[in-house]
């Protein structure tokens, strides 16, 4: 059975303390919570005594990568407190997703990791962004460009989205998330559906080039500010242009996680 939560940086506006929204989160009918950054503020332990009170599920917690490497015994311990052992990289720098061999260094990294918080029960998961399903820009070459120091790295990006789209199935058709899923060793993947849409990626192909790995789909919104390249900007669920019904069905994901609006 899908779990179904709400991703708690929908919240960073709200003034009530961490228990408070955790209490309001549950009053609404959620019966999980994404964790964000915010939570190393608050009081870990009045926080796992709300989840008890509530009977909410940690079902994960956006952690970023330099941070959970920095701070790996803490935040462990934090999160063994409050229940939660699956930890999600919310965000990776764009410059990672550049040439094949910048990706393959990055899976290294990212396996090695996993391998440890496996070693101590937790689980690591990747979380998409939107950088992660342009084109390698590798693919044509460019990977001589974005060494310069003349020549910005944007620049590359969209020649390289440029080359894809004018000439499709021409030219490589390699994303770095394409990349990144077949360099790391059976990592999970929360697919936020803007991200892809953003991007002018189909997140059910996404979906199903996962599979199994596909730990949660991360429902958000947006609607399109530019055509070509194509670029998103995020709304409120409901408000934007992405078919959230379709992609709720996300098949063999374990978690549906929510972003709404600020409730507050």
């Keep these: 059975m899908t779990q179904i939560g709400v991703q708690l940086h929908t919240f960073r506006d709200v003034d009530d303390e961490y228990p408070a929204i955790l209490r309001r989160v549950a009053e609404s009918g959620y019966k999980g919570v994404e964790f964000a950054h915010e939570i190393h503020d ?6 796992a005594s709300v989840l008890s009170e509530t009977g909410l599920t940690p079902v994960s917690a956006h952690v970023g990568l330099p941070h959970l490497e920095r701070e ?3 935040l462990l311990e934090q999160y063994a407190t409050l229940g939660c052992s699956t930890l999600v990289i919310p965000h990776v720098s764009g410059t990672w997703f550049l040439t094949a061999e910048r990706v393959d260094t990055l899976a290294r990294r990212l396996n090695d990791l996993a391998d440890r918080l496996d070693d101590r029960g937790f689980e690591l998961v990747v979380h998409n962004t939107k950088a992660m399903h342009r084109p390698l820009v590798g693919e044509y070459g460019f ?8 020549v910005p790295t944007g620049g590359a990006i969209h020649a390289a989205s440029v080359m894809n789209q004018v000439l499709p199935g021409r030219l490589g058709q390699t994303t770095g998330f394409d990349r990144l899923l077949t360099a790391t060793d059976g990592l999970r993947f929360e697919i936020d559906v803007e991200h892809a849409v953003g991007t002018g990626r189909d997140p059910l ?3 199903a080039a996962a599979g199994d790995r596909l730990f949660a789909v991360h429902l958000s919104d947006g609607t399109r500010t530019r ?6 900007r995020s709304t409120p669920l409901g408000d934007g242009s992405v078919d959230i019904d379709q992609y709720a069905r996300g098949p063999g994901a374990r978690v549906r996680i929510h972003h709404g ?3 507050g």
Excluded: G, K, Q
């Design 227 to 232: 055509m070509f390249p194509p670029a998103h």
């Design 261 to 263: 609006p600020d409730p």
């Design 72 to 74: 790996f015994e803490s």
């Design 143 to 150: 990977d001589r460009v974005v060494e310069s120091d003349i």
């Design 205 to 207: 192909r996404l979906f």
């Design 42 to 47: 608050a009081d870990t332990r009045a926080v």
